[in-house]
Structures are given as C-alpha cells and as structure tokens.
C-alpha cells in the first residue's frame, strides 16, 4: 500500500574580501519517508445521532503477513483475525461489543492473487449494484448481502470489489441487522482510517 543529501561546499577568503555565507537549503523529505502513525489515538463516531468518543488502535498488516502492506486504525472493541485459505489471506475484524465476541459482525478484506477476479464468480450478477449504487468510490463492483442465521436472525451487508496496483482485494461488511446502528460507524472509520504503504493513499 518512497536519501537525504546536502551539498556542502568550502571557500576561502582572500586579502581584505569578505565572504557571504549562505545558508544549505533544508533537506527535502525523501518520496518513500512516511510519517508515522501513533499507536492510539481518539476519535468519535456517530450512535443515534450523537458523536461518541472512541480509542481507536493501529493495525498494521505486517502483524498479519498479508500480501498488500497497509494500516488502519481499528476500535477498541473490534479484534483483528488473521485467517488464509490456500492462496488466499484474509483479515477479519469483528465485534466484541461490551466484551462479546459477536463472529456474525466483522469486516474481511480477502486478499487474491492477481490472476483472479477477486470476487466469487459464482455469485448472481444480476444482483450487483450500478455504479451509482455503489457505496464506496474505489469499489469495482459491488453485491448486497442478504441471509437469515440461526442464532442472530437476518444479516446484511455488502460485498465490494477493489484494486490496489496489480492485486485484487475483496471488502466484506457481514453483521446482524439489529448490529447497524453501532456496527456501520466502526467499520467505515477502518475503512476511511485506511492507508496503503506503497503509497500513503487510502482506498
């Protein structure tokens, strides 16, 4: 997700010639120097209208062996989940709410090699949303979640697809619909909260 040089030069002064020193230009910043992020900090999200204070953590990719480097700031109450499946690594930052890890609440960003779509070719197309409809700016193509779990009833959500240089990355929201309200705030403050290293850029 860019050295340092001055130039330094030596003049010597002649019978009765004054010399003017000239002050070294300051050393540019390098391209690829990032500033960096600090381990905690505060911030608010908006519950039922209301901004609410939060701390938000620094999650860095590196923790998690990921194939695209980046960092994000996550909520305290969210817990990052490295999972992978053959090729495919993944992070998953789900719900612990009051202390409850809730496993049916997490944002994925699935990580695919970029050989391959990045999204499940098996899905209906017929359901992705226009581009209009899209929710995020970055996103490729995007497709509505909706099922019925057991123990929490309905789940919604959003499957969108995106590009970071030559790698596909797929961002899932998955979460009980009676989860928004509290669910929706976190998971977008991740997502805006985003930086790739490469390039200092967010999504």
Same mark, same amino acid.
Request: include cysteine; proline fraction near 7%; glycine fraction near 8%.
């Given at each position: ?94 719900? &612990? ?46 497709? &509505? ?59």
């Amino acid at each position: 997700m860019l050295g340092l040089s001055i130039l330094c030069a030596c003049t010597s002064q002649g019978p009765r010639q004054s010399v003017e020193k000239t002050a070294s230009p300051a050393p540019a910043q390098s391209e690829g120097a990032r500033p960096e992020r600090p381990a905690t900090k505060r911030g608010t999200i908006t519950l039922e209208g209301d901004a609410e204070p939060i701390t938000l953590k620094l999650f860095d990719s590196a923790s998690a062996s990921l194939p695209l480097a980046f960092t994000t700031y996550i909520p305290e109450d969210m817990i990052p989940e490295p999972s992978s499946s053959g090729a495919q690594k993944a992070i998953r930052f789900v719900a &612990n709410f009051g202390g409850y890890h809730e496993e049916e609440a997490y944002l994925e960003v699935l990580f695919d090699p970029p050989d391959t779509r990045g999204a499940d070719s098996s899905k209906d197309s017929s359901k992705e949303k226009s581009a209009a409809d899209r929710q995020f700016k970055w996103s490729l193509m995007e497709q &509505n979640i909706r099922s019925v779990s057991k123990g929490r009833g309905r789940i919604v959500g959003v499957v969108a697809l995106g590009r970071h240089g030559d790698h596909l990355f797929q961002v899932t929201l998955h979460y009980p619909e009676e989860f928004a309200e509290g669910f929706n705030p976190r998971v977008r403050r991740i997502l805006d909260e985003w930086r790739w290293t490469d390039t200092n850029q967010g999504l």
